[in-house]
């Protein structure tokens, strides 16, 4: 399981999961699940997105997606947002 790794795509109001506003994921360690948030810089921190919408703590839904689909928003993002080099 410490390789298990989930994706949700986060939609808000007028938001679909091919535009969503976020992508958060869960990984598994040792220690348990670690959740993140991927930020406009497209580094993943901390976030607790995840376990809110569990709680129905959140105003966006997650819809959990792939992998191959996280890539796909991530290389949008990369565009939408820009790279720093």
Known sequence: MA???SYYAIVSAGRTVQAPSGLARRRY??????????????TWAPDSAIVEWEYGEVGADLVEISQATADRLIAGFRVTWGEDD
Not at 29 to 36: A, F, H, K, L, Y
Request: hydrophobic share 30%.
């Open 3 to 5: 390789d298990e790794v």
């Open 29 to 42: 360690e040792g220690t348990g699940p670690v959740d993140e948030a991927l930020r406009r810089d497209l």
